[in-house]
Nanobody, 122 residues
Framework: QVQLVESGGGLVQAGGSLRLSCAPS????????MGWYRQAPGNQRELVAS???????NYADSVKGRFTISRDNAKNTVYLQMNSLKPEDTAVYYC????????????????WGQGTQVTVSS
């Protein structure tokens, strides 16, 4: 079974920084695209940033220039460095693995972490 565990959320003042991490369970061999999504109360879940195994990145317009996504392919871990945080960045942030393989040769797709709360105070 694939599990993704996020960490690094918390409360920060506007203009501050946070770094989120997402680590998969140890049986994961590879993951194609890893991404960070967020959902604020009353809003739909939206893509924040994604990164392929080759390192190609994609960002939502609202976070370009402030957030940086990166990954460690050896650990299948993805990070989100969030700088210059704004109150509108407040949301639950979710890690996603779009597809990949386990060490047992099983294919999986579309797994989500449990989410980590990010709160930015004004």
């Amino acid at each position: 079974q694939v599990q993704l565990v996020e960490s690094g959320g918390g409360l920060v003042q506007a203009g501050g920084s946070l770094r989120l991490s997402c680590a998969p369970s140890s049986n994961i061999f590879s993951i194609n695209v890893m991404g960070w999504y967020r959902q604020a109360p009353g809003n739909q879940r939206e893509l924040v940033a994604s990164i392929t195994s080759a390192g190609s990145t994609n960002y939502a317009d609202s976070v370009k220039g402030r957030f940086t996504i990166s990954r460690d392919n050896a650990k299948n871990t993805v990070y989100l460095q969030m700088n210059s945080l704004k109150p509108e960045d407040t949301a639950v942030y979710y890690c996603n693995a779009d597809a990949g393989w386990t060490h047992d040769g099983d294919y999986f797709h579309d797994y989500w972490g449990q989410g980590t709360q990010v709160t930015v105070s004004s």
